[in-house]
């Protein structure tokens, strides 16, 4: 029988046990990752590939730990062999004499602060048969269709599965004993209300998780309808992995995106390739999508975000009827927008030169870093015409915006 696909969000299922986007300088396979986490970090800050960061060092130490009480644990399985009764008490008693596993990590703090890099060396080195790291979005995909296949062969035997919860505990934890979830968060009632339940089962059956992520525990699915029944699963949570706070600190992949240059002139298929990088890089592991953002009661359609970065064209955003609403709401809610293809404005173009002013005085404000491709430097793209004063101020701003100092400064939102 063909299973048809399961319902739920219809995003692409990254391919099972895909390379993980391993979000290093130095490539893994020339890191010694014998000893563990640690010194393989602290090879790489003296190597000069890593630069010192209090809070990621402290995390590195945690890990560190778990690195070694992984070394010499031996989860049960839960799932062994023999389906009779007396196989099945048997293993419960001896499930409930076996200790429980370490408790896991949740790596948590704003993007860019090297939770994913600090995850991939755990993960690397850790001395653990059976392991696996997946991206949470495609792993509740995973499950979701899992549960699917389950209720579908059921059905096909003609009974009912009463609770897909305990199978599904079963597979999951036969396959890795050491879960690692790249950026975690819980957006969908669908999993709200499956989660608790889940990992209570896969901790029961000793399965070790780290998980990095932008939201702290208590916060997750916070302000959304049927929080409530979301809230066990929260302590749950907090009952088995150590929350480490990787703070505010220094964004590394912004600062290493925006080293590599924020105007790009001429505005030619190099400078395409450099903006493409530049935001695919911003993006991080969030697919950019279309989206749109509500101004004053109108839909202001964003072709392209992910995260905290947005992409446009010129004259998407300079050649149509946007007005000041517009680039503010941009401004406030986007940290870095790239921008393609500012032309030459001729003096016919003063209607787009007087909107770019208006942009570039909303990013300003509002410490928005700009990547720009470009057909001249600032000062050269609107000479003469009405406003043209006006537009050497701004000339004069992203002058400014391009210096590491401005470069640096957080986002005003
Ligand atoms: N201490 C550091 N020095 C230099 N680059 C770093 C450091 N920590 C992280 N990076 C780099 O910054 C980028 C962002 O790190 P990443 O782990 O993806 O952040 P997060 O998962 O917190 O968003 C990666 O390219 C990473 O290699
Ligand atoms: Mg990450």
Same mark, same amino acid.
């Given at each position: 029988m063909d299973a048809s696909p399961p319902p739920g969000p219809a995003r692409p299922?990254?391919?099972?046990?895909?390379?993980?986007?391993?979000?290093?300088?130095?490539?893994?396979e020339r890191i010694d990752l014998n000893g563990g986490p640690l010194p393989a970090y602290r #090879?790489?800050?003296?190597?000069?590939?890593?630069?010192?960061?209090?809070?990621? #060092?402290?995390a590195a130490e945690r890990l560190q730990s778990l690195w070694a009480?992984?070394?010499?644990?031996?989860?049960?399985?839960?799932?062994?062999?023999?389906?009779?009764l007396l196989a099945r008490l048997r293993r419960r008693l001896a499930d409930e004499s076996a200790p429980g596993g370490p408790n896991g990590l949740y790596l948590v703090g704003e993007v860019g602060r090297g939770k994913s890099m600090l995850m991939d060396l755990f993960f690397a080195s850790a001395q653990v048969a059976?392991?696996?790291?997946?991206?949470?979005h495609a792993f509740m995909q995973e499950s979701h269709g899992r549960i699917f296949a389950m209720r579908q062969e059921m059905a096909r035997?003609?009974?009912?599965?009463?609770?897909?919860?305990?199978?599904?505990?079963?597979?999951?934890?036969?396959?890795?004993?050491l879960l690692c979830f790249d950026e975690f968060q819980v957006n969908?009632?669908?999993?709200?209300?499956?989660?608790?339940?889940?990992?209570?089962?896969?901790?029961?059956?000793? &399965?070790?998780?780290?998980?990095?992520?932008?939201?702290?525990?208590?916060?997750?699915?916070?302000?959304? !309808?049927?929080?409530?029944?979301?809230? !066990?699963?929260?302590?749950?949570l907090k009952a088995n992995l150590d929350v480490l706070d990787l703070g505010h600190g220094r964004d590394f992949r912004r600062a290493r995106v925006l080293a590599g240059g924020v105007w790009f002139a001429p505005a030619d298929a190099r400078a395409r390739a450099a903006?493409?990088?530049?935001?695919a890089d911003l993006a991080g592991s969030v697919a950019p999508q279309p989206m749109t953002l509500a101004v004053m009661g109108r839909a202001l359609a964003v072709p392209l975000a992910a995260a905290e970065v947005a992409r446009f064209d010129f004259r998407t955003l300079c050649a149509t009827a946007m007005g000041p609403g517009d680039?503010?709401?941009?401004?406030?809610?986007?940290?870095?927008? &790239?921008?393609?293809?500012?032309?030459?404005?001729? !003096?016919?173009s003063h209607d787009e030169a007087r909107r770019f002013i208006t942009l570039i005085d909303a990013l300003y404000d509002h410490r928005v870093k700009l990547i720009a491709s470009a057909a001249a430097q600032p000062d050269a793209l609107y000479p003469h015409g009405e406003g043209s004063v006006a537009f050497r101020r701004a000339a004069s701003r992203l002058e400014e915006m391009r210096s590491h100092e401005y470069l640096a400064l957080p986002h005003l939102s």
């Open positions: 299922l990254p391919a099972r046990q895909a390379a993980s986007p391993v979000a290093l300088p130095t490539p893994l #090879a790489e800050i003296a190597s000069g590939a890593l630069a010192t960061d209090p809070a990621q #060092a402290a009480a992984l070394r010499a644990y031996e989860p049960r399985t839960g799932n062994g062999s023999g389906r009779g059976r392991k696996r790291r997946i991206h949470f035997l003609g009974r009912q599965l009463d609770d897909p919860i305990p199978p599904l505990a079963d597979v999951v934890a036969a396959e890795a004993a969908d009632i669908a999993d709200a209300l499956i989660l608790g339940r889940l990992f209570q089962a896969l901790f029961d059956r000793g &399965v070790v998780v780290v998980a990095t992520s932008n939201t702290p525990p208590d916060a997750l699915f916070a302000g959304q !309808p049927g929080r409530d029944a979301f809230l !066990p699963f929260i302590e749950v903006l493409d990088r530049a935001f680039y503010l709401a941009l401004a406030t809610h986007f940290q870095a927008l &790239v921008l393609d293809a500012i032309p030459l404005l001729s !003096p016919d």
